[in-house]
């Protein structure tokens, strides 16, 4: 029989502790979209006062992005591995640790006045920062889902991914409120002005080191946090402490009253070691699909989604006609237009689809929602890529229609696979494979984030006006492509976990493996599976 306490969780009903938790495991993944979101109007503000407004160096913008997004997948890689190994409250704090102080770091940059020095120092804590915000990811996942219930699991799990509508929006709220507060206080220059005064300088570590307080806040109740019974239970065999755990912080003792009072079984026998390694044949046998379907899965929704917000920013410039290196914009308009802009996307689109996926994640499935957002970010992309140029050679009325149909880009990325690609890999692997697995899918996924925006930028450098419509129209139709690629990918290799305990997916893995090899004996070499574990409590 099942272990009761994880029999429990999965049966338990929604407590203030599911919403406890996912702000607290939110946090990480809130920092790690004001990250993301600021650094446009930051480096905005950056050309300003250290190139004296011209565009800075492709090499060095690109470089700048991708250090960070590489940070990030080591991360995930790192920290994934580590959650499997010490334990996921331990390693959490430490990643909560890394985001905070490397947040104030990028604030604290050396040098004021050489732009070099000063970019190094950047790079430096902004791969740091990458590092905490990397292992943030599987393990909010995994803690979510090991705590969640089954009915609503999903929810669960996106309503942390969610934080990053919240990240976003706060990011673009507090540039232009700082961009607001210094021109009134300092003064940003006069149009004519290509100096930006010094004040500004201060003003863009300002915006950076902010993002670090809301993580900050909730370092006390993350420390707070129990191991997960998953981890404490099935990885380091302790059922009783998993047990006495969650009775501390949930009320479980309620669902499995019945249970107890009918019969009191036996003590169950010491569990078992693993019968499998992680890359073992076994293990790529029963999960090398899942594995390959969620990796390759985010790789591509990455490359999309990342490449779509450094497209955002040239459409926004053509749409409003104010070329977006223009010496003659103020230091703080300048900023305060890209951070307007974020938030608009963030409120009208983005956070939209967050919840849209919180509510229908549990009743429509996994995915369905990953290839309907597959789907539909292809239609648009194609809908809007191939006649580019009539958008903009026509009146307003098509320039607004262009602007509404690429909002929906953001929408339909959230209430898609944006979102899902963060929650199956939470739910598909055994518990001691279970972090590790998702920083691999998360990590190949910030390989995608450094092609789309590394590739988008040197495919856009330099390019006139003529030239730049055909590389949009180009960058449309391959993220259409990107996105068709990743509806078959979908439908052929993603499995479903909607309903299902996590157990009862390693369980299903393992009985599907038996069907087709029925004369290979359940237990190898005399250890048995988690899934087995369970069957014998």
């Known amino acids: 029989m099942p272990i009761k306490v994880l029999s429990s969780l999965d049966a ?47 090499a060095v913008l690109s470089t700048s992005y991708a250090i960070a997004l590489l940070g990030t997948a080591t991360g995930q890689l790192v920290f994934g591995y580590l959650g499997d190994r010490v334990g996921r409250r331990r390693v959490y704090g430490l990643c909560l640790v890394i985001m905070i102080i490397s947040s104030f770091g990028c604030g604290f940059s050396v040098c004021t006045t050489r732009r070099s020095c000063v970019m190094v120092s950047l790079g430096f804590f902004r791969f740091i920062l990458g590092l905490g915000i990397g292992g943030d990811y599987p393990l909010s996942a995994t803690i979510m889902s090991e705590f969640a219930n089954k009915r609503t699991r999903g929810a669960f799990i996106a309503a942390v991914f969610s934080m990053q509508g ?88 309620d669902d499995i009253s019945d249970e107890t009072t009918t019969e009191t079984p036996p003590p169950p026998p010491p569990p078992l070691p693993p019968s499998y390694t992680l890359f073992s044949l076994r293990f790529l046998r029963l999960h090398g699909r899942d594995l390959f379907a969620a990796s390759v899965n985010w790789f591509l929704v990455d490359v999309v989604f990342y490449t779509s917000n450094l497209l955002l920013s040239q459409i926004f410039s053509h749409y409003s006609d104010k070329p977006s290196s223009s010496t003659a914009e103020n230091v703080y308009d300048a900023a305060f237009r890209v951070a307007e802009l974020g938030a608009i996307i963030a409120a009208c689109s983005t956070i939209p689809g967050y919840w849209f996926t919180v509510y229908f994640i549990d009743k429509i499935g996994r995915v369905k929602i990953q290839m309907m957002g597959f789907f539909f970010m292809a239609v648009v992309y194609l809908v809007a890529g191939i006649p580019y140029t009539w958008y903009w050679s026509k009146h307003e009325q098509t320039k607004k229609g262009f602007m509404v149909l690429y909002g929906l880009v953001f929408f339909f990325s959230n209430f898609g696979p944006n979102t899902t690609t963060f929650i199956i890999p939470a739910e598909l692997f055994p518990a001691r494979f279970r972090s590790t697995c998702h920083g691999i899918s998360g990590a190949a996924g910030k390989l995608g984030a450094i092609v789309g925006t590394v590739g988008f930028l040197w495919a856009t450098e330099k390019a006139d006006d003529g030239d730049n419509m055909n590389r949009m129209r180009a960058a449309f139709l391959i993220l259409g492509g990107v996105c068709i690629a990743g509806i078959f990918v979908t439908y052929f290799f993603t499995k479903e976990t909607m309903g299902r305990s996590l157990e009862e997916n390693e369980h299903q893995q393992e009985q599907v493996n038996n069907d087709e090899s029925e004369d290979e004996p359940h237990i190898v070499d005399g250890q048995s599976s988690e899934s087995t574990l369970l069957q014998t409590q």
Request: a negative charge.
């Open 166 to 253: 919240l990240g976003i929006l706060v990011s673009s709220a507090v540039t232009m409120a700082v961009c607001v507060a210094f021109k009134r206080g300092g003064g940003g220059g006069s149009l004519d002005e290509e100096e930006a005064p010094p004040e500004a300088d201060v003003a863009w570590r300002l915006i950076l080191m902010i993002g670090a307080l809301p993580a900050a806040l909730t370092f006390y109740w993350r420390m707070l946090m129990p191991e997960t019974a998953r981890y404490t239970a099935l990885v380091e065999n302790n059922i009783v402490q998993a047990a006495k755990d969650m009775e501390r912080v949930m009320s479980i003792t």
């Open 12 to 58: 338990a009903r929604i407590q203030w502790y599911h919403f406890k938790a996912i702000i607290v495991a939110g946090m990480g993944l809130f920092t790690d979209a004001y990250d993301l979101f600021c650094i446009a109007p930051v480096m905005k503000m950056i050309s300003h006062v250290y190139y004296h407004g011209d565009s800075i160096n492709t």
